[in-house]
């Protein structure tokens, strides 16, 4: 289980960022508003990858986004209800990107409630972490201001639950209790064993004790997984695994094969390729 540090751990970092979110960044910071890149693109600048989206939080509103970033891009438009509403902006460079405003999650996927920041009762970076599934998935990127880049600096890395550490360690760690991540959408079990298998390493011991003591993919009812979300995870899990048979093979060992393929006898994995139809084929074959 992680802990949510008061101080965060600091690390300076490179990131290759599209020029184009340079000039949305600059021009909310000149308005007083803070930005920041988080969750993907933080997590795969420290794995060494070069990103591929950008998730940006903010303080701003989703209707001051538009109102400030609005004439420098193609198109602009919030999207999402109230509650869970972000500014979807499509750069001239072809680039988009969501901004969305710093909150707090409570509840299940199905029947929760988001808190937005305001005024009277500001939400931070900090505060935003604790909503997220995964301590790799709760980072955030603050991008080097115009007079840093042309010095040559980079941008920080910030991080209030450890999740640099565990990166490094190849440990997938949930933010806060592992049981209540779980309970709110059932899909965080699949989404701890994809990463595990896309750092080639494990879940962490609490978290592992947690999916023993409660696999299911469809109870609470609330947090309760469809299948067309359980085979888009499982997709995703076998194409960007290290090795898509240790992949598998955790999804054995915690006994999910059995949810994911009802009624079908499953063996141990030999293959190692990233083909779902192979892996499948595989999985299913003769014994």
């Known amino acids: 289980m992680s802990k949510v540090y008061d101080e965060p751990i600091i ?18 910071h000149n308005a007083g508003f803070e930005v920041h890149i988080a969750g993907g693109a933080v997590r795969d600048t420290i794995l060494g990858k070069t ?11 989703p209707s001051d986004v538009i109102k400030r970033l609005g004439p420098y891009v193609k198109k602009a438009e919030v999207q999402g ?10 750069a001239y460079d072809g680039n988009e990107y969501e901004f969305a405003p710093h909150r707090l999650d409570s509840g299940t996927r199905s029947g929760g409630e988001a808190i937005l920041s305001t005024d009277e009762n500001p939400i931070g970076i900090r505060e935003d972490a604790k909503r997220r599934d995964l301590t790799i998935n709760a980072l955030f990127y ?3 201001t115009k007079q840093e880049r042309l010095d040559g600096e980079p941008g920080e890395v910030i991080d ?13 760690r949930t933010v806060g209790d592992p049981e209540e991540r779980f309970a ?11 990463f595990a298998g896309r750092v080639g390493g494990e879940v962490s011991e609490d978290a592992a004790d947690a999916i023993r003591a409660n696999n299911s993919l469809t109870e609470p009812s609330g947090a309760a997984v469809s ?17 898509p048979s240790h992949y598998i093979g ?14 079908l006898n499953t063996s141990n994995p030999s293959s190692s390729s990233k083909n779902v139809s192979v892996q499948l084929a595989t999985i299913l074959g003769d014994k």
Do not use: C
């Open 184 to 194: 709110e959408d059932r899909l965080r079990i699949l989404r701890a064993i994809r």
């Open 81 to 90: 209800e109230k509650s869970f509403a972000v500014a979807r902006l499509v």
């Open 142 to 144: 603050r991008m080097p």
């Open 227 to 243: 299948d067309e979300r359980i085979q888009d995870e499982v997709k995703k899990g076998i194409a960007s695994a290290k090795s």
């Open 250 to 263: 955790m999804l054995n060992d915690f006994d999910l094969l059995s949810q994911i393929l009802p009624g």
């Open 11 to 28: 690390k300076k970092v490179f990131m290759e960022i599209p020029d184009s979110l340079y000039q949305l960044s600059d021009t909310m």
């Open 160 to 172: 209030f639950v450890g999740g640099i550490s565990d990166i490094e360690n190849e440990v997938i």
């Open 51 to 61: 990103p591929k989206d950008y998730d940006i939080t903010t303080d701003a509103k």
